[in-house]
């Protein structure tokens, strides 16, 4: 992954979005059973994976 593209990521608003989101997922951890925040988690982490995809098929079609 070159550094290009690593920053394309860091700033993309989509990214940032969700990485505020798991800080705020954080932060409602103890009010939340376990269940409910691995789901959440994962819904975040999948959504994040999912948009890193997205970004690099971009990045190689350009």
Not at 4 to 22: A, G, T, V
Not at 36 to 60: G, H, N, P, Y
């Amino acid at each position: 992954m070159s550094r290009k593209f690593q920053d394309k990521i860091n700033s993309d608003r989509e990214i940032i979005d969700l990485r505020m989101q798991s800080e705020e997922l954080i932060n409602a951890m103890e009010r939340m059973t376990e269940d409910e925040f691995r789901k959440e988690s994962q819904r975040i982490a999948d959504a994040i994976d999912a948009r890193i995809e997205c970004l690099f098929r971009e990045s190689e079609s350009l």
